[in-house]
């Protein structure tokens, strides 16, 4: 069985950091790209990031470039976002996703990002 | 960036067909994949380019795409599928993953 299991979300400051993480199960995991998307509270799904199968291909949302990065350890089926020079904008639900081919076909529960003083 | 345009809200009555829209420039040369999210939950993939349905999606889910507007049908719709409904396509000049703003799917 297919399984995405985010964590590391929290309470964090504005211009603090967070490292979330990604850990999948029942599947090959270097075999696929993985996103990560977000949705602040009571708004819709924001694309974040795209890391591909080997890690030598990151994307991301013009909202995040430069503060966020992702990173993958295919030893561990885990994937990870870093977060810096957070904001009050960015307080949302994180979801990570599997990538078939350009559709995400497996999603996790998601990890609350909560930025605030 | 490449837009999405979705109507915020559809209602339906049961029984009936939904029909939600995505709107974008020449959208029918992509490949448009669409999600149902319950209140609560993850969101789920239903149809995936344009059309075709991941094991488990019940047939009364279909999608067509062509010109400047995608669609998702809900035929015989049910209670069950009230919850909010996206369309993502993939910006091959940006390697972006794009969503629509999400159309909020009330059953009457």
Redesign the interface.
Known sequence: EVQLLESGGGLVQPGGSLRLSCAASGFIFSDYNINWVRQAPGKGLEWVSSISNSGGAKYYADSVKGRFTVSRDNSKNTVYLHLNSLRREDTALYFCARERTTEMDYWGQGTLVTVSS | ?YVLTQPPSVSVAPGKTATITCGGNNIGSK?V?W?Q?RPGQ????VI??DRDR?SGIPERFSGANSGDTATLNISRVEVEDEA?Y?C???DKT?????????TKLTVL
Do not use: K, M, N
């Not at chain 2, 940006?94 to 999400?102: A, I, K, N, P, V």
């Open positions: 960036s490949g994949h999600y999210q993850a969101p789920v993939l995936y380019y991941p909010d996206y993502q396509v993939w940006t390697d972006h993953r794009e969503f629509g703003g999400g």
